[in-house]
T-cell receptor, first 115, second 113 residues
Framework: GAVVSQHPSRVICKSGTSVKIECRSL??????MFWYRQFPKKSLMLMAT?????????EQGVEKDKFLINHASLTLSTLTVTSAHPEDSSFYIC???????????FGPGTRLTVL | AQSVTQLGSHVSVSEGALVLLRCNYS??????LFWYVQYPNQGLQLLLK??????LVKGINGFEAEFKKSETSFHLTKPSAHMSDAAEYFC???????????FGSGTKLNVKP
């Protein structure tokens, strides 16, 4: 149980385009989902906290207009990287906390490459 | 505010030797503590976690960690390293509701034959 999926696992896009990454909790309902970014050979940096039905809370330094987060249901959150640039290339990982708050479960990550 | 410090960005051990990866945290209240492993181009896999109860926590793949409140530490150990243990390891803390994880900078473990 407690499986989180991400789609796509890898995406390559051209500079200036937008990319949407989905995060789904497959077998549980998630009140809260988190989005992290991992730079090469670096740790994970929390980008934002996403609560179902409300606006996401962004960490300091994260551009909310660039990284659009939508938590449309208790099993789905999406991260859209708008007008992507090469410096947005990174590994994006989502996680989800179940309704009972018994744990935070991580997705497998999405590798974004912007050419 | 919470923070996590992992001493040593790279640790190299011989196969069969003891593995010790260090993690210290700072927190105003005792947090939840975690160790994750990450293989190249993959997501995070939970090794073990401490929330309450026994301070010595056993995880998967023979790893264990001990929560020492007085030292604000949660070091990860394994008695005998295996080649398959080569990976990056992250220590993390969270608030006591599993929200807001804070990760250490990671330690890359190399296992020599």
């Amino acid at each position: 149980g407690a499986v989180v999926s991400q789609h796509p696992s890898r995406v390559i896009c051209k500079s200036g385009t937008s990319v949407k990454i989905e995060c789904r909790s497959l077998d549980f309902q998630a009140t809260t989902m988190f989005w992290y970014r991992q730079f090469p050979k670096k740790s994970l940096m929390l980008m934002a906290t996403s609560n179902e039905g409300s606006k996401a809370t962004y960490e300091q330094g994260v551009e909310k207009d660039k990284f659009l987060i939508n938590h449309a249901s208790l099993t789905l959150s999406t991260l859209t990287v708008t007008s992507a640039h090469p410096e947005d290339s990174s590994f994006y990982i989502c996680s989800a906390v179940g309704l009972a708050g018994v744990g935070q479960y991580f997705g497998p990550g999405t590798r974004l490459t912007v050419l | 505010a919470q923070s996590v410090t992992q001493l040593g960005s790279h640790v190299s051990v011989s196969e069969g030797a003891l593995v010790l990866l260090r993690c210290n945290y700072s927190s105003s209240v005792p947090p939840y503590l975690f160790w994750y492993v990450q293989y190249p181009n993959q997501g995070l896999q939970l090794l073990l976690k401490y929330t309450t109860g026994a301070t010595l926590v056993k995880g998967i793949n023979g790893f264990e960690a001990e929560f020492k409140k007085s030292e604000t530490s949660f070091h990860l150990t394994k008695p005998s390293a295996h080649m398959s243990d080569a990976a990056e390891y992250f220590c993390a803390v969270s608030e006591r509701n599993f929200n807001k994880f804070y990760f250490g900078s990671g330690t890359k473990l190399n296992v020599k034959p």
